[in-house]
């Protein structure tokens, strides 16, 4: 199997920062997209960015100029830096991993268990 782990979130004020970190671990052959998804309270989960095996990285408009997405490839990890806190970027955080286990099997989707991050106002 293929875990993920999160770890950073936490309390903070509107204006701070916060870096999430994200490492897969188990048997992995690959990892292609990897990435960041977040589910407010009362709210669907939504796509916070992704970025590619290349560190092509992509972005919710509601996040753009604030967060920055990076990886590891040699350590499986990505993270999330997070500036500029709103008190509406509070939500559960959840990793998210594109890849697969063996060369000949298909690519999977695997997700953490997700963090909770609290901006208050």
């Known amino acids: 199997q293929v875990q993920l782990v999160e770890s950073g979130g936490g309390l903070v004020q509107a204006g701070g920062s916060l870096r999430l970190s994200c490492a897969a671990s188990?048997?992995?052959?690959?990892?292609?997209?990897m990435g960041w998804y977040r589910q407010a309270p009362g709210k669907q989960r939504e796509l916070v960015g992704v970025i590619t095996s290349g560190n092509l990285a992509n972005y919710a408009d509601s996040v753009k100029g604030r967060f920055t997405i990076s990886r590891d490839n040699a350590k499986n990890t990505v993270y999330l830096q997070m500036n500029s806190l709103k008190p509406e970027d509070t939500a559960v955080y959840y990793c998210y991993a594109a890849g697969r286990r063996f060369s000949w099997s298909r690519d999977m989707d695997y997700w953490g268990k997700g963090t909770l991050v609290t901006v208050s106002s």
């Open positions: 188990g048997t992995i052959f690959s990892i292609n997209d």
